[in-house]
T-cell receptor, first 116, second 112 residues
Framework: EAGVTQFPSHSVIEKGQTVTLRCDPI?????LYWYRRVMGKEIKFLLHFVKESKQDESGMPNNRFLAERTGGTYSTLKVQPAELEDSGVYFC??????????????FGAGSRLTVL | DQQVKQNSPSLSVQEGRISILNCDYTNSMFDYFLWYKKYPAEGPTFLIS?????DKNEDGRFTVFLNKSAKHLSLHIVPSQPGDSAVYFC???????????FGAGTTVTVRA
């Protein structure tokens, strides 16, 4: 079974530019999450999709961040325009809907974003 | 507002000895707790969990202890092995809410 795949693994952009991160969850996982870890701090929740619907986007920092999950499969997270404080590692995770231990997420390797 | 805290950023232990990682939380609504392990350039991987109805859960060399009154949990690894060198994250959630709150992680180094 393929795991959670994220692309790109590392992106370096200048302040003011746009970056789009992509996540392919495990096939059949209805739940998809985005998290972010900044500068060795805690991993922070950004948002949660159930299929194509945003279930919880309380962790999104501001309106420069836009997440989509068209068709309930892969998801994209766009940052536009990027600021210096957006630098960090963006993790995507997925889990089955309603399964036992549904809080157990499977994470991707992350996309490291560096904003100069 | 950080609801899950890991106050020790690093831990060094000799191979074969016990590693004890600590985690404190502030939200009394949390009722499910997890530990994740992370190697460099990889995503966190699930290690072990415990629900609030238990005070101990064991899986091989890994044991998690939960003290609800103190809002504290710990992860014991015994015996520690070189492959255990990684960053360990404590996480918590409310059952039914899929969102996890993570601590900042503890970097464990197992010395040969």
């Amino acid at each position: 079974e393929a795991g959670v795949t994220q692309f790109p693994s590392h992106s370096v952009i200048e302040k003011g530019q746009t970056v789009t991160l992509r996540c392919d969850p495990i096939s059949g996982h209805d739940n998809l999450y985005w998290y972010r870890r900044v500068m060795g701090k805690e991993i922070k929740f950004l948002l949660h999709f159930v299929k194509e619907s945003k279930q919880d986007e309380s962790g999104m920092p501001n309106n420069r961040f836009l997440a989509e999950r068209t068709g309930g499969t892969y998801s994209t997270l766009k940052v536009q325009p990027a600021e210096l404080e957006d630098s960090g590692v963006y993790f995507c995770a997925s889990s089955l809907q309603g399964a036992a231990g549904a809080n157990v997420l499977t994470f991707g390797a992350g996309s490291r974003l560096t904003v100069l | 507002d950080q609801q899950v805290k890991q106050n020790s950023p690093s831990l060094s232990v000799q191979e074969g000895r016990i590693s004890i990682l600590n985690c404190d939380y502030t939200n009394s609504m949390f009722d499910y707790f997890l530990w994740y392990k992370k190697y460099p350039a990889e995503g966190p991987t699930f290690l072990i969990s415990i629900s609030s109805i238990k005070d101990k859960n064991e899986d091989g060399r890994f044991t998690v202890f939960l003290n609800k009154s103190a809002k504290h949990l710990s992860l014991h690894i015994v015996p520690s092995q070189p492959g255990d060198s990684a960053v360990y994250f404590c996480a918590a959630s409310v059952l039914g809410d899929y969102k996890l709150s993570f601590g900042a992680g503890t970097t464990v180094t197992v010395r040969a």
